[in-house]
């Protein structure tokens, strides 16, 4: 069963191979955006991402502008990297229209094996923790798996804007 982890430069290799998978796709939930994948195959680079997603989350972690906190988790299964999971802790304009409080993505390997809706079901409580009562996921209005994953685990459909579909997911 996979788990839902901080990132940890123990994964390096995984998380490499993951990357690769994605063939320069962005990976939603990934916090690696601007972080190139050759640079991140030397070990310190890597260490520097895993610090700056783990520290992320902390209100008062510099960030770009229109950047909110944001709890970065990996699913993880018998030692190796499955996905990455993002929970947003506040919503801004763009996260209210597009991108909403949780993003994710699943190495290309990995999917339909329901490791998605596992760590979306995983990641709930962890936003409850955060103070959000209600959690907006989107997806791609094309994406039928990320819609069947946000609805397994209790979307409400509201709109679809500019090609996302919206959800609303009750955390408690």
Request: hydrophobic content about 35%; glycine content about 12%; proline content about 5%.
């Amino acid at each position: 069963m996979p788990l839902l982890i901080a990132p940890d430069v123990s994964y390096h290799s995984s998380w490499l191979e993951g990357a690769a998978e994605f063939d320069g796709t962005r990976q939603d939930g990934g916090g690696s955006d601007g972080w190139p994948v050759a640079e991140l195959k030397d070990a310190r680079q890597f260490r520097r991402l895993v610090d700056f997603l783990v520290s992320d989350a902390l209100p008062e972690s510099p960030r770009q502008p229109g950047h909110v906190p944001c709890t970065y988790l990996w699913i993880v299964e018998d030692g190796t990297f499955l996905g990455s999971l993002a929970i947003r802790h506040e919503l801004n304009g763009f996260l209210l229209d597009q991108g909403g409080h949780i993003g994710y993505s699943v190495r290309p390997s990995a999917r339909r094996r329901g490791h998605a809706s596992a760590a979306l079901a995983a990641a709930l409580p962890i936003a409850r923790q955060l103070g959000i009562t209600r959690a907006l996921v989107t997806c791609d209005d094309t994406n039928a798996g990320s819609r069947a994953t946000i609805e397994k685990n209790g979307g409400v459909y509201e709109d679809t804007r500019n090609g996302k579909r919206r959800y609303w997911i009750d955390t408690v």
